[in-house]
């Protein structure tokens, strides 16, 4: 049951479940039904009658029902939503409860990725690709997990503007433009134009080509450049190095949707490294957090102040944990494998066809399960990061054994897939 209930939920809602047992029976010699109930009453203790909960109860355990049933009713819970039942009725009830709350993995995977604003394959179509390898549930445990982010919906708020952000403050609230057309900071743009008094929200240019950033030339005391997310830094640190080149006329704070332990380190270590100590500051105090790092990182790596960049940057990724797979303990070897080995196959032939030179097997092995080996299934409603698997994001032939697969992307990015076609199928309209 404790499996069922991990493979049909969405992994946000799986703390939403708990699974007693009356295994304690085996302890005791009299009064069996009753001292069973008993320890099952004060492991049900803690819940409140002000929030609904239901208790179903299988039809063969070894406890006194009625007094469990007498328990549930004196705590205020209503008598429906106490049950007894067989297995099988158990995980009806279940699912269709799941799915009407869109806690389901598949209900909550569609409406996830209904939010992503450019062209997707259906969750099942995509899943499918899986099992055509012999692992179907390699496809639903991921889906199980996605998360589109919109930036102006996030619970945080970290594109707000707070009250005491601006008193006494000539301040210009920024978002980066690049050449991306359908990009994430066109979100950022129209938040920060709806919630930013007028006339303080303009563009900092960035130019790719050149490594360059361009700030408005406007008197303020400080710019504000807020981006969606910060993952493993290296876009970040290159920027530091244009603005390090090219200083604007004011301090530089950055704000993040979501920020990374990895990406924090990285960052943080490059404006100290850079000498921009007193001019760039990270303000992280409304983002999101994710963890891609294990506890316990050696004393030099806290700071890595006697490190360069490039070194300090490898050093972490000792560390790092793939996000997908955690608990670790949920996947099997092959599981594992199987989602290595279908992205290191993409990535080869992305990396291949992007800089006209067959890959190493290190970066091979740094991509395989996205960037920096994150395996990270969140992504924003215009873009995908490249720390999410290679499956979400890029297609191309995989070939497992004797089977081959024409793999498509979850979701379609224009500027990484190799099959146009991707780009002119309609739109999935799964619900």
């Known amino acids: 049951m404790t ?4 493979d049909s939920l969405a992994k946000p809602y799986r703390s939403t479940v708990r699974v007693l047992t009356d295994s304690v029976a085996t302890g005791y010699s009299t009064d069996i ?21 239901k208790l179903i109860l299988h039809r063969d355990t070894k406890c006194s029902i009625d007094k469990l049933q007498r328990w549930w009713k004196t705590q205020g819970f209503a008598a429906t939503d106490f049950q007894v039942q ?14 009407a709350d869109g806690h389901h993995w598949r209900v909550n995977a569609v409406k996830q990725a209904s939010a992503f604003e450019g062209n997707k394959l259906s969750i099942e179509a995509w899943v499918e690709q899986f099992g055509k390898f012999g692992q179907q549930s390699v496809g639903r445990k991921l889906a199980a997990q996605l998360r589109v982010v919109r930036p102006m919906e996030m619970q945080c708020m970290p594109f707000a503007l707070r009250p ?16 991306d057309i359908g990009g994430s900071w066109l979100d950022i743009k129209a938040c920060l134009s709806h919630t930013h008094p007028k006339g303080t929200v303009h563009p900092v240019v960035w130019n ?17 450049l807020y981006e969606d997310g910060l993952w ?8 530091l190095k244009a603005l390090q080149k090219a200083p604007p006329n004011a301090r530089v704070i950055l704000k993040f949707g979501i920020v990374s332990d990895f990406g924090l380190h990285v960052l943080r270590h490059a404006i100290s490294k850079l000498g921009l100590a007193d001019q760039v500051h990270i303000d992280a105090s409304a983002s999101e957090f994710m963890k891609f790092l294990r506890d316990g990182l050696p004393e030099e790596l806290l ?20 996000h997908a797979f955690d608990p670790f303990q949920d996947w099997s070897p092959a599981e594992r494998d199987l989602c290595r080995e279908i992205g290191s196959q993409l990535v080869a032939a ?20 996205g960037g920096s080996g994150f395996a990270s299934t969140t992504l924003f409603a215009r873009s995908v990061p490249k720390v999410c698997l290679p499956a979400l994001w890029l297609d191309g032939q995989v070939s497992i054994g004797e089977k081959v697969v024409n793999w498509r992307p979850l979701f379609v990015d224009a500027r990484r897939i190799s099959d146009t076609k991707l780009l002119f199928a309609a739109p999935s309209s799964e619900s």
């Open 164 to 179: 005491t952000d601006i008193i006494g403050l000539g301040q210009a609230n920024c978002y980066v433009e690049d050449d």
């Open 3 to 6: 499996t069922y209930v991990r």
């Open 303 to 322: 700071l890595g102040r006697e490190m360069s960049l490039q070194a300090y940057f490898e050093a972490l990724h000792k560390y790092t944990i793939p």
């Open 208 to 224: 790719k080509a050149e490594a360059t950033l361009k700030f408005p030339s406007i008197d303020v005391d400080q710019f504000v």
């Open 33 to 53: 039904g009753n001292a069973v109930a008993n320890d099952l009453i004060e492991s049900l203790s803690t819940i409140q009658a002000d929030k609904p909960h």
């Open 232 to 239: 493993t830094g290296t876009e970040g640190v290159r920027r």
């Open 350 to 369: 992305w990396l291949g066809k992007k800089n006209g030179i067959v890959p190493s097997t290190a970066e091979l092995d740094r991509f395989a399960l």
């Open 86 to 99: 067989s297995e099988k009725n158990i995980r009806k009830i279940l699912k269709m409860q799941w799915e």
